[in-house]
Protein backbone atom coordinates (compact mmCIF):
# COMPACT_ATOMS: atom_id res chain seq x y z
CA UNK A 1 0.00 0.00 0.00
CA UNK A 2 1.54 3.44 -1.14
CA UNK A 3 0.58 5.95 1.77
CA UNK A 4 0.90 8.79 0.13
CA UNK A 5 -1.26 7.90 -2.94
CA UNK A 6 -4.85 8.88 -2.97
CA UNK A 7 -7.15 5.85 -3.65
CA UNK A 8 -9.45 7.97 -5.11
CA UNK A 9 -6.58 8.98 -8.02
CA UNK A 10 -8.49 7.93 -11.12
CA UNK A 11 -11.82 9.74 -9.77
CA UNK A 12 -9.41 12.64 -9.46
CA UNK A 13 -7.88 12.28 -12.63
CA UNK A 14 -11.74 11.43 -14.31
CA UNK A 15 -12.79 14.56 -12.56
CA UNK A 16 -9.69 17.16 -12.59
CA UNK A 17 -11.17 19.36 -14.95
CA UNK A 18 -14.28 19.83 -13.32
CA UNK A 19 -13.10 19.99 -9.71
CA UNK A 20 -10.50 22.63 -11.47
CA UNK A 21 -13.76 24.61 -12.92
CA UNK A 22 -15.96 23.99 -9.84
CA UNK A 23 -13.13 25.58 -7.21
CA UNK A 24 -12.27 28.32 -9.14
CA UNK A 25 -16.07 28.90 -9.73
CA UNK A 26 -16.28 29.20 -5.80
CA UNK A 27 -13.55 30.86 -5.26
CA UNK A 28 -13.98 33.88 -7.89
CA UNK A 29 -17.44 34.13 -6.30
CA UNK A 30 -16.58 34.42 -2.47
CA UNK A 31 -14.38 36.84 -4.39
CA UNK A 32 -16.92 39.09 -5.42
CA UNK A 33 -19.05 38.79 -2.95
CA UNK A 34 -16.13 40.30 -0.13
CA UNK A 35 -15.38 43.03 -2.46
CA UNK A 36 -19.19 44.32 -3.00
CA UNK A 37 -19.50 43.60 1.24
CA UNK A 38 -16.25 45.46 2.54
CA UNK A 39 -15.02 47.03 -0.85
CA UNK A 40 -11.23 47.38 -1.56
CA UNK A 41 -9.30 50.21 -0.61
CA UNK A 42 -8.76 53.13 -2.62
CA UNK A 43 -5.50 53.29 -2.52
CA UNK A 44 -4.52 49.47 -3.51
CA UNK A 45 -5.02 48.93 -7.32
CA UNK A 46 -7.43 46.35 -8.60
CA UNK A 47 -5.99 42.59 -7.73
CA UNK A 48 -3.90 41.54 -10.36
CA UNK A 49 -3.59 37.83 -9.53
CA UNK A 50 -6.36 35.71 -7.29
CA UNK A 51 -4.94 32.48 -6.25
CA UNK A 52 -6.63 29.27 -4.66
CA UNK A 53 -4.92 27.89 -1.64
CA UNK A 54 -6.26 24.59 0.67
CA UNK A 55 -5.31 22.78 3.75
CA UNK A 56 -5.95 20.07 5.62
CA UNK A 57 -5.68 21.13 9.11
CA UNK A 58 -8.25 22.41 11.61
CA UNK A 59 -8.39 26.30 11.17
CA UNK A 60 -7.46 27.12 15.08
CA UNK A 61 -3.81 25.02 14.49
CA UNK A 62 -0.88 27.28 14.37
CA UNK A 63 0.06 25.91 10.92
CA UNK A 64 -2.97 26.90 9.62
CA UNK A 65 -3.20 30.07 11.75
CA UNK A 66 0.26 31.08 9.96
CA UNK A 67 -1.64 30.31 6.34
CA UNK A 68 -4.45 33.18 7.58
CA UNK A 69 -1.66 35.70 8.69
CA UNK A 70 0.19 34.36 5.22
CA UNK A 71 -2.64 35.65 3.09
CA UNK A 72 -3.29 38.84 4.90
CA UNK A 73 0.72 39.44 4.76
CA UNK A 74 0.49 38.90 0.78
CA UNK A 75 -2.56 41.38 0.51
CA UNK A 76 -0.68 44.18 2.14
CA UNK A 77 2.75 43.89 0.91
CA UNK A 78 1.33 43.38 -2.76
CA UNK A 79 -0.76 46.43 -2.30
CA UNK A 80 -4.06 44.18 -3.30
CA UNK A 81 -2.37 43.03 -6.51
CA UNK A 82 -2.32 39.63 -4.81
CA UNK A 83 -5.36 38.07 -3.11
CA UNK A 84 -5.42 34.58 -2.24
CA UNK A 85 -8.73 32.70 -0.65
CA UNK A 86 -7.69 30.56 1.77
CA UNK A 87 -9.82 27.07 2.50
CA UNK A 88 -8.66 25.16 5.77
CA UNK A 89 -9.45 22.11 7.86
CA UNK A 90 -10.12 20.19 4.56
CA UNK A 91 -12.76 22.21 2.92
CA UNK A 92 -11.11 21.44 -0.56
CA UNK A 93 -9.32 18.44 -0.24
CA UNK A 94 -8.46 16.12 2.42
CA UNK A 95 -4.82 15.80 3.36
CA UNK A 96 -4.02 12.95 1.16
CA UNK A 97 -5.30 14.60 -1.80
CA UNK A 98 -3.85 17.53 -1.87
CA UNK A 99 -0.36 16.33 -3.69
CA UNK A 100 -2.70 15.09 -6.42
CA UNK A 101 -3.98 18.22 -6.56
CA UNK A 102 -1.27 20.36 -7.14
CA UNK A 103 0.49 17.95 -9.39
CA UNK A 104 -2.36 18.21 -11.18
CA UNK A 105 -2.78 22.30 -10.83
CA UNK A 106 -5.79 22.40 -9.56
CA UNK A 107 -4.90 24.81 -6.83
CA UNK A 108 -2.20 26.95 -6.60
CA UNK A 109 -1.19 26.61 -3.17
CA UNK A 110 -1.37 24.41 0.00
CA UNK A 111 -0.41 24.49 3.77
CA UNK A 112 0.05 20.22 3.52
CA UNK A 113 1.62 17.45 5.31
CA UNK A 114 4.47 16.40 3.15
CA UNK A 115 4.19 13.21 5.05
CA UNK A 116 1.59 12.78 2.21
CA UNK A 117 3.93 13.21 -0.36
CA UNK A 118 6.26 10.10 0.03
CA UNK A 119 4.51 8.22 -2.76
CA UNK A 120 4.99 11.20 -5.24
CA UNK A 121 8.45 12.77 -3.65
CA UNK A 122 10.28 9.56 -1.55
CA UNK A 123 12.98 11.76 -0.19
CA UNK A 124 10.13 13.91 2.29
CA UNK A 125 10.23 11.08 4.02
CA UNK A 126 14.22 12.80 5.57
CA UNK A 127 11.94 15.51 7.13
CA UNK A 128 10.32 12.89 9.33
CA UNK A 129 13.09 10.47 10.27
CA UNK A 130 13.40 9.39 13.97
CA UNK A 131 15.11 7.56 16.65
CA UNK A 132 17.50 9.95 17.11
CA UNK A 133 18.41 11.27 13.57
CA UNK A 134 18.00 14.59 14.51
CA UNK A 135 19.12 16.06 18.13
CA UNK A 136 16.31 18.20 18.09
CA UNK A 137 13.67 20.51 16.50
CA UNK A 138 16.42 23.15 16.14
CA UNK A 139 18.86 20.26 14.25
CA UNK A 140 15.75 20.08 11.64
CA UNK A 141 15.08 23.52 11.15
CA UNK A 142 18.78 23.72 10.36
CA UNK A 143 19.36 20.82 8.18
CA UNK A 144 15.88 21.93 6.41
CA UNK A 145 17.72 26.01 5.83
CA UNK A 146 21.07 24.00 4.30
CA UNK A 147 22.04 20.94 1.91
CA UNK A 148 19.33 18.75 2.96
CA UNK A 149 16.52 21.04 2.36
CA UNK A 150 17.65 21.85 -0.93
CA UNK A 151 17.54 18.48 -2.25
CA UNK A 152 14.39 18.09 -1.28
CA UNK A 153 13.50 21.09 -3.13
CA UNK A 154 14.78 20.03 -6.43
CA UNK A 155 13.05 16.40 -5.75
CA UNK A 156 9.53 18.45 -5.13
CA UNK A 157 10.17 20.75 -8.39
CA UNK A 158 10.95 17.74 -10.33
CA UNK A 159 7.20 16.68 -9.63
CA UNK A 160 5.98 20.42 -10.38
CA UNK A 161 5.70 21.59 -6.62
CA UNK A 162 7.36 24.75 -5.92
CA UNK A 163 8.19 24.88 -2.11
CA UNK A 164 7.29 28.20 -0.42
CA UNK A 165 8.68 27.41 2.64
CA UNK A 166 8.88 24.77 5.61
CA UNK A 167 6.02 24.75 8.26
CA UNK A 168 5.42 22.82 11.66
CA UNK A 169 2.79 21.92 13.43
CA UNK A 170 5.17 20.28 16.24
CA UNK A 171 6.32 16.84 16.86
CA UNK A 172 4.58 13.73 16.15
CA UNK A 173 4.52 13.29 19.58
CA UNK A 174 0.72 11.95 21.02
CA UNK A 175 -0.40 8.34 20.93
CA UNK A 176 -4.37 8.73 21.78
CA UNK A 177 -6.40 5.81 22.20
CA UNK A 178 -9.93 4.31 23.76
CA UNK A 179 -8.18 1.24 24.78
CA UNK A 180 -4.94 1.92 26.58
CA UNK A 181 -1.86 4.64 27.45
CA UNK A 182 1.52 3.15 26.53
CA UNK A 183 4.72 2.79 28.88
CA UNK A 184 6.98 0.61 26.35
CA UNK A 185 7.38 -0.07 23.01
CA UNK A 186 5.51 -3.67 22.99
CA UNK A 187 2.29 -1.92 24.66
CA UNK A 188 1.42 -1.04 20.95
CA UNK A 189 1.59 -5.19 19.69
CA UNK A 190 -1.32 -6.24 17.99
CA UNK A 191 -2.80 -2.30 17.98
CA UNK A 192 -4.37 -1.23 14.51
CA UNK A 193 -2.58 2.53 14.94
CA UNK A 194 -3.12 5.62 12.25
CA UNK A 195 0.25 6.79 10.98
CA UNK A 196 0.33 9.96 9.63
CA UNK A 197 3.22 9.13 7.04
CA UNK A 198 6.07 6.72 6.39
CA UNK A 199 8.37 6.87 9.21
CA UNK A 200 5.43 6.51 11.89
CA UNK A 201 4.31 3.74 10.22
CA UNK A 202 7.57 2.05 9.73
CA UNK A 203 7.86 2.48 13.87
CA UNK A 204 4.37 1.11 14.35
CA UNK A 205 5.80 -2.07 12.25
CA UNK A 206 9.11 -2.44 14.43
CA UNK A 207 6.80 -2.21 17.72
CA UNK A 208 4.56 -4.67 16.45
CA UNK A 209 1.78 -2.58 15.73
CA UNK A 210 -0.74 -2.90 12.77
CA UNK A 211 -0.26 0.63 11.17
CA UNK A 212 -2.90 2.50 8.90
CA UNK A 213 -3.73 5.65 7.26
CA UNK A 214 -6.84 7.56 8.27
CA UNK A 215 -7.03 11.68 6.74
CA UNK A 216 -7.35 14.48 9.19
CA UNK A 217 -10.85 14.89 8.43
CA UNK A 218 -11.33 11.24 9.18
CA UNK A 219 -9.58 10.27 12.76
CA UNK A 220 -12.04 11.67 15.29
CA UNK A 221 -14.94 9.07 13.83
CA UNK A 222 -12.64 6.50 13.09
CA UNK A 223 -11.32 6.45 16.86
CA UNK A 224 -14.92 7.04 18.25
CA UNK A 225 -15.98 4.28 16.49
CA UNK A 226 -13.19 1.66 17.20
CA UNK A 227 -12.45 1.85 13.56
CA UNK A 228 -8.77 2.46 14.66
CA UNK A 229 -7.35 1.07 18.22
CA UNK A 230 -5.38 4.33 18.77
CA UNK A 231 -3.55 7.03 16.84
CA UNK A 232 -0.36 9.31 16.41
CA UNK A 233 -0.93 12.88 16.23
CA UNK A 234 1.14 16.28 16.62
CA UNK A 235 -0.14 17.18 19.85
CA UNK A 236 -1.62 20.39 18.99
CA UNK A 237 -3.66 19.57 16.10
CA UNK A 238 -4.95 16.89 18.40
CA UNK A 239 -6.36 19.42 20.88
CA UNK A 240 -7.62 21.54 18.11
CA UNK A 241 -9.59 18.43 16.49
CA UNK A 242 -10.85 17.13 20.19
CA UNK A 243 -9.65 13.82 19.05
CA UNK A 244 -9.28 13.11 23.48
CA UNK A 245 -12.84 12.91 23.58
CA UNK A 246 -13.14 9.96 21.14
CA UNK A 247 -9.87 9.01 22.96
CA UNK A 248 -8.94 10.16 26.18
CA UNK A 249 -5.85 8.22 27.20
CA UNK A 250 -3.16 9.94 25.69
CA UNK A 251 0.65 9.39 25.84
CA UNK A 252 3.39 11.77 25.38
CA UNK A 253 5.77 9.80 22.97
CA UNK A 254 8.18 11.76 20.20
CA UNK A 255 8.15 9.31 17.10
CA UNK A 256 9.28 12.57 15.17
CA UNK A 257 10.77 15.99 16.06
CA UNK A 258 8.48 18.03 13.82
CA UNK A 259 4.97 17.05 12.10
CA UNK A 260 6.62 18.24 8.21
CA UNK A 261 4.81 20.65 7.49
CA UNK A 262 4.91 23.56 4.92
CA UNK A 263 3.50 25.46 2.05
CA UNK A 264 4.11 24.03 -1.75
CA UNK A 265 2.78 26.24 -4.93
CA UNK A 266 1.25 24.66 -8.21
CA UNK A 267 3.48 24.98 -10.93
CA UNK A 268 0.39 26.88 -13.03
CA UNK A 269 -0.30 28.87 -9.31
CA UNK A 270 3.17 29.88 -9.58
CA UNK A 271 3.60 30.67 -13.38
CA UNK A 272 0.84 33.38 -12.70
CA UNK A 273 3.42 35.48 -10.87
CA UNK A 274 5.64 37.59 -11.95
CA UNK A 275 9.45 37.23 -10.22
CA UNK A 276 9.14 40.15 -8.31
CA UNK A 277 5.61 38.63 -6.82
CA UNK A 278 7.15 35.31 -6.47
CA UNK A 279 9.96 37.09 -4.49
CA UNK A 280 6.99 38.01 -2.42
CA UNK A 281 5.45 34.97 -1.79
CA UNK A 282 8.46 33.88 -1.01
CA UNK A 283 9.56 36.27 1.84
CA UNK A 284 5.61 36.52 3.65
CA UNK A 285 5.46 33.07 4.15
CA UNK A 286 9.40 33.12 5.48
CA UNK A 287 7.99 35.65 8.62
CA UNK A 288 5.26 33.44 9.10
CA UNK A 289 7.13 30.06 9.10
CA UNK A 290 9.00 31.61 12.00
CA UNK A 291 6.04 32.78 13.63
CA UNK A 292 4.76 29.34 13.32
CA UNK A 293 7.45 27.85 14.88
CA UNK A 294 7.47 29.68 17.95
CA UNK A 295 3.83 29.06 18.05
CA UNK A 296 3.34 26.03 17.51
CA UNK A 297 6.08 25.32 20.57
CA UNK A 298 4.25 26.94 23.10
CA UNK A 299 0.90 25.40 21.77
CA UNK A 300 2.31 22.00 22.39
CA UNK A 301 3.14 22.68 25.90
CA UNK A 302 -0.41 23.94 26.29
CA UNK A 303 -1.97 21.19 25.06
CA UNK A 304 -0.34 18.87 27.43
CA UNK A 305 -1.06 20.55 29.97
CA UNK A 306 -4.90 21.04 28.83
CA UNK A 307 -5.04 17.20 28.66
CA UNK A 308 -3.20 16.72 32.37
CA UNK A 309 -5.47 19.10 33.88
CA UNK A 310 -8.84 17.66 32.13
CA UNK A 311 -10.28 15.10 34.39
CA UNK A 312 -11.69 13.18 31.58
CA UNK A 313 -8.19 12.75 29.86
CA UNK A 314 -6.01 10.27 31.73
CA UNK A 315 -2.24 10.75 30.83
CA UNK A 316 1.44 8.98 30.75
CA UNK A 317 4.32 10.98 29.45
CA UNK A 318 7.13 8.67 28.25
CA UNK A 319 10.44 10.10 30.10
CA UNK A 320 13.20 11.45 27.66
CA UNK A 321 15.57 8.72 29.13
CA UNK A 322 13.05 6.29 28.58
CA UNK A 323 12.44 6.63 25.18
CA UNK A 324 16.45 6.93 24.67
CA UNK A 325 16.94 3.82 25.59
CA UNK A 326 13.56 1.69 25.06
CA UNK A 327 12.42 3.60 21.76
CA UNK A 328 14.77 4.95 19.92
CA UNK A 329 17.03 2.20 19.18
CA UNK A 330 14.64 0.17 17.60
CA UNK A 331 12.70 2.98 15.91
CA UNK A 332 16.23 3.93 14.32
CA UNK A 333 17.64 0.40 13.11
CA UNK A 334 14.25 -0.49 11.45
CA UNK A 335 13.25 3.32 9.54
CA UNK A 336 17.28 3.40 8.41
CA UNK A 337 16.45 0.17 7.00
CA UNK A 338 13.35 0.66 5.37
CA UNK A 339 14.15 4.48 4.15
CA UNK A 340 17.27 2.75 2.22
CA UNK A 341 14.96 0.70 0.87
CA UNK A 342 12.63 3.60 -0.19
CA UNK A 343 14.88 5.59 -1.57
CA UNK A 344 18.22 4.11 -2.84
CA UNK A 345 21.25 3.52 -0.71
CA UNK A 346 23.16 6.75 -2.72
CA UNK A 347 20.05 9.30 -2.04
CA UNK A 348 20.06 7.70 1.81
CA UNK A 349 23.56 8.58 2.19
CA UNK A 350 23.37 12.13 0.26
CA UNK A 351 20.19 13.15 2.86
CA UNK A 352 21.53 11.50 5.91
CA UNK A 353 25.31 12.95 5.20
CA UNK A 354 23.46 16.39 4.85
CA UNK A 355 21.57 16.19 8.29
CA UNK A 356 24.38 15.47 10.04
CA UNK A 357 26.30 18.33 8.36
CA UNK A 358 23.65 20.81 9.92
CA UNK A 359 24.21 19.56 14.07
Given at each position: MRWSRNKNNKSLQRGGTRMKRFVRLVFVVSFILTTLMFGIPTQQAEAKVMLLMAGSSAATTSISQAGMRFVKRVQEDSKGEIMISFKPGGELYADKDIPTAISQGAIDLAVTNFGTWSGIVPSLVAIDLAGGVYEDVQHLYKAQAGAMGQILKTDLAAKDGILVGWGDSGPTNVFLSKKKLLSHPADLKGLLVRCPNNVVRWLMEAYGATPTFASVSELYTALERNTLDGAFSAMDPSKAQKLYEAAPNVTWVTTSVSAPMGVVASKR???????????????????????????????????????????????????????????????????????????????ADQLLKAIAAAK
Open positions: GWAKLTPAQQDLILKAWAIEMEWNRTDVAQKNLDAWDYYTKNPKVKTHRVTDEEQRKEWDPIAREYQLKKFIELVGKEK
